[in-house]
């Protein structure tokens, strides 16, 4: 058999070399050398359900065959609701995520949930004697998962291709490897090698295809970033370990919105699905205390309410302290100053803590006026009215903004059972009014705000 024939290339400037080498004597950048295959070896004529597909010929948009956009139905909805509303055939979906945040066991348990599925779990990370102990723990609902220990990709295919399963999951793409590459597995070339071939193998024979993604130290999918290019939808699973619950973010996908959000909760028997975050996410209290504020906010398509906790007090060192969690800290920092400046609060002098309960991090910019609400609770020590949210984005000069949806944040808000909404005044216009029961609090201005509130 002849070994395929590879060659380095600098990724920085393109430069060749038959070795790998540090540092690259064209540019002079260090460690961008990567192997390259540029010959592959005789792969022999094998048949195949994928590599005896015809070349494909030009055809006209309008002969393509369309089946009204295909979606397969998975048991779980969180999942669900992040795919777009369905798992697509021929799909290949990357999963990213920390060690231990519970990556495997998501799959695991989408797979043992998959009733009338055959799924294929391949793991090259665990004995099948652990995937059984873990799959004890779950509970196996599905007799057609099969799982495979296995890391060699050419292997794999061909257990694919004997058993024919309507799903397949790999955990992880970082163990697999190929023969046609000398490089260890998880190299860059071994991933990228080893994607395509299940990019292949997932559009042409239809069969959808979850890979399992390790990251690195700053929070990407390890490998190239082709990896992410490759495959139709790249899915983070998050979360502060010091709680239960995990988020299930899409941070690309060819087939539905990026801005939808899963919800589960780490039991000691799986994940269970959270259907309606907004009563976790909100602690139960008896009393108003200062320095609370509920935002109601939009994550995709789904509305919630989250608590938002800020702690003010005077610097006990020179410098004052400025902590977030689940907020951009410099956001806080600019609204620190948008009060400061607008409404003549002195906050250069004191420590500010910012925290969002639930250990879960928000983008939504109309979680705004929460903040400030809780700023100002916390710092005149007054608690706000547990019966009040707010809903609307702080600009620059002080102003009040509108925000999108603001009609579903208001619904949610009361479903929930909240008396009073803060929004923009410039939100009203769009909205019926007699729709809603709650309190509609309208402000335009961060001194409206105060003087309403307290
Ligand atoms: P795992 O899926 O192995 O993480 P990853 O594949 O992302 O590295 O998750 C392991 C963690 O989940 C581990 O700390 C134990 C915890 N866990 C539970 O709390 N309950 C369970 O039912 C299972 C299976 C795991
Ligand atoms: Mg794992």
Known sequence: MVKAKTTFYCQNCGAQSSKWLGRCPSCGAWNTFVEEVIQREDKGSRKSIYRDARSAVPTKITEVPYDHEKRIQVQDQELNRVLGGGMVPGSLVLIGGEPGIGKSTLMLQFALNSRNLKVLYVTGEESEHQIR???????????????????????????????????????????????????????????????????????????????????????????????????????????????????????????????????????????????????????????????????????????????????????????????????????????LAVLEKRCGFRLGAKDVFLNIAGGIRVDDPAIDLAVVAAVLSSNADTPIDMKTCFAAEVGLSGEIRGTNRIEQRISEAEKLGFERIFISAYNLKGIELKKFSIKIAAVKKIQDVFEKLF
């Open 133 to 335: 102990m873990r799959a004890e723990r779950i509970g196996i609902k599905n007799e057609e998962c099969y799982i495979l220990t296995e890391t060699a990709t050419d292997a794999i295919l061909q257990h694919i291709e004997e058993i024919r399963p309507g799903m397949v999951v790999i955990d992880s793409i970082q163990t697999l490897h190929t023969d046609i590459i000398d490089s260890s597995a998880g190299s860059i070339s071994q991933i990228r090698e080893c994607a395509t071939e299940m990019q292949r193998l997932s559009k042409l024979s239809g069969i959808p295809i979850f890979l399992i993604g390790h990251i690195t130290k700053d929070g990407s999918i390890a490998g190239p970033k082709i990896l992410e290019h490759m495959v139709d939808t790249v899915l983070s699973f998050e979360g502060d370990r010091n709680y239960g619950y995990r988020i299930l973010r899409t941070v690309k996908n060819r087939f539905g919105s990026t801005s939808e959000l899963g919800i589960y909760e780490m039991r000691n028997n799986g994940l269970r699905e959270v259907s309606n975050p907004s009563e976790i996410l909100i602690s139960q209290r008896e009393e108003a205390l200062s320095g609370v504020a509920i935002a109601a906010t939009v994550e995709g398509l789904r509305p919630m309410l989250i608590e938002i906790q800020a702690l003010v007090s005077s610097a006990a060192y020179g410098t004052p302290q400025r902590s977030t969690t689940g907020f951009d800290a410099r956001r806080l920092n600019m609204l």
